[in-house]
């Protein structure tokens, strides 16, 4: 009973702690596009000059989803292929200017395809001098972070997990890359930043490693 009582009162600070940080849930993505495949990757290319204009919030919820969004409820299996289905993958959303949501650095949660705030406040320029001051980084309306847990991988794979890891962000990437072709958005990845910096911007725990920005902005 004592333990029972004691577990219901780390549950409910839990869901205090969970209830500061807003939870945004996000609509439902569409299946279909008149964009083939084909077209996606044909016209895919790096682009790295968007308008001056707010991405809306739908857009946000297909490109996460083609991230790494669910598509088996069953076995919890995503648009990305992953290792052992271990998905050490995590992705983060720096947003600048999105209709409907403040700026702040957001967390993808696949599971319930949602959002939730981690901190406020627009972090772009932060972001844009750990990348080296590459400019496209501060004019996009948002950067997606794909960043990484290596141990849920190399826990059952050991050092070639590694490996296993970038392939993943890889094909994490990719999908970014893909979907913004369909929703006529421009994005390009992003690898030459300084970690420590990236870290500290997002606020990531030690275990986790940044490996890929994503400015993404209508072109
Ligand atoms: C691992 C990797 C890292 C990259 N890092 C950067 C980068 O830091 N900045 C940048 O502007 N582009 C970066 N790119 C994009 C490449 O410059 C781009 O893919 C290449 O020029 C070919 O152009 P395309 O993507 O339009 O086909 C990177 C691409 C990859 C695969």
């Excluded at 669910?70 to 200017?97: C, H, M, N």
């Excluded at 962000?169 to 990719?174: D, I, L, R, T, V």
């Amino acid at each position: 009973m004592k333990i029972l009582t004691i577990f219901l009162i780390i549950l409910g600070l839990l869901s205090i702690v969970e209830g500061e940080n807003k939870v945004i849930k996000l609509p439902e993505p569409r299946y279909k596009s008149n964009v083939s495949i084909e077209e996606a990757l044909l016209k895919r290319r790096s682009i790295r000059s968007y308008k001056n204009e707010p991405l809306n919030v739908s857009e946000i919820s297909q490109v996460l989803w083609a991230a790494q969004g669910i598509t088996d409820k069953r076995t919890g299996f995503r648009t990305a292929p992953s290792a052992g289905a271990l998905y050490p993958l995590e992705i983060y959303l720096v947003i600048g200017k999105v209709k409907d949501l403040e700026p702040g650095v957001y967390k993808y949660r696949p599971e319930n395809h949602e959002i939730i705030l981690v901190s406020k406040g627009d972090k772009r320029n932060d972001l844009y001098i750990s990348a080296l001051r590459q400019e496209w980084i501060k004019n996009a309306p948002v950067v997606i972070v794909i960043s990484a847990i290596f141990e849920r991988t190399t826990i059952k794979y050991g050092e070639r997990g590694i490996r296993y890891v970038y392939m993943e962000a890889g094909h994490c990437a990719q999908n970014i890359y893909l979907q913004c072709v369909s929703l006529n958005l421009g994005t390009v990845t992003v690898g030459a930043f300084y970690d420590d910096e990236v870290k500290r911007v997002l606020n990531l725990q030690k275990n986790e490693s940044p490996l890929y920005l994503m400015p993404i902005g209508k072109i």
